[in-house]
């Protein structure tokens, strides 16, 4: 079946304290991206990546890094976690063609609360 | 840089009848057009797209939009509401075109209620 898996679905943690969500997609995709999802913002992107070894920033990529060492993966690290970085997190992927990208698929989502 | 606008953050009906979501963008570039729904808990999950081609897409459940390049609309609708169309509606544009694009922009998002 074709899917991106997001882990965990669920998340508390402390203020500082580093921590990894991760992504995988199987449909072999190129393109990968971060979006936050936060009440009357709708989603936005906080990193993408095109193909392995290729990353670039989005709207709100403060306080994140991403890798792409492979092509079905696609972490989401948060290195120092804040209060403000609580909020619903989204990986999405998509086949990238000569004529822009088609629909993305979505993960389930990892809700992250920081305290 | 492409946008999107979604009028109405919350939108109620009563079963059967007929729900109108309304999505604006800004492109300056022929845009890709998706609607997505999310239900309570899950993922987004793609409900119609317009790329290129007829203007009027139809989509899962019922639903269909027409892209509207002079009123740069791609409103969503459905003639009769149904108790699981509960959920929330996210518009989003892409840019078409001969280059990789990177920049999918979604709206706001919409809630749905629908009322017995």
């Known amino acids: 079946e074709a899917q991106v898996t997001q882990n965990p679905r669920y998340l508390i943690t402390v203020t500082g304290k580093k921590l990894t969500v991760t992504c995988s997609q199987n449909?072999?995709?190129?393109?990968m991206s971060w979006y936050r999802q936060d009440p009357g913002l709708g989603l936005r992107q906080i990193y993408y990546?095109?193909?392995?070894?290729?990353?670039d920033k989005g709207d709100v990529p403060e306080g994140y890094k991403v890798s792409r060492k492979e092509k079905r993966n696609f972490p989401l690290i948060l290195e120092s976690p804040s209060p403000n970085q609580t909020s619903l997190y989204f990986c999405?992927?998509?086949?990238?063609?000569?004529?822009?990208?088609?629909?993305?698929?979505f993960g389930q989502g990892t809700r992250l609360t920081v305290v | 840089a492409q946008s999107v606008t979604q009028l109405g953050s919350h939108v109620s009906v009563s079963e059967g009848a007929l729900v109108l979501l309304r999505c604006n963008y800004s492109?300056?570039?022929?845009?890709?057009l998706f609607w997505y729904v999310q239900y309570p808990n899950q993922g987004l999950q793609l409900l119609l797209k317009?790329?290129?081609?007829?203007?009027l897409v139809k989509g899962i459940n019922g639903f269909e939009a027409e892209f509207k390049k002079s009123e740069t609309s791609f409103h969503l609708t459905k003639p009769s509401a149904h108790m699981s169309d509960a959920a929330e509606y996210f518009c989003?544009?892409?840019?078409?075109?001969?280059?990789?694009?990177?920049?999918?922009?979604f709206g706001a998002g919409t809630r749905l209620t629908v009322k017995p």
């Open positions: 999405a992927s998509s086949l990238s063609t000569g004529y822009g990208n088609t629909e993305a698929f």
């Open positions: 449909m072999n995709h190129e393109y």
């Open positions: 990546s095109m193909n392995v070894e290729v990353t």
């Open positions: 492109s300056s570039v022929p845009p890709y």
């Open positions: 317009y790329t290129t081609g007829a203007t």
């Open positions: 989003a544009v892409t840019r078409a075109g001969l280059y990789n694009n990177n920049d999918m922009r």
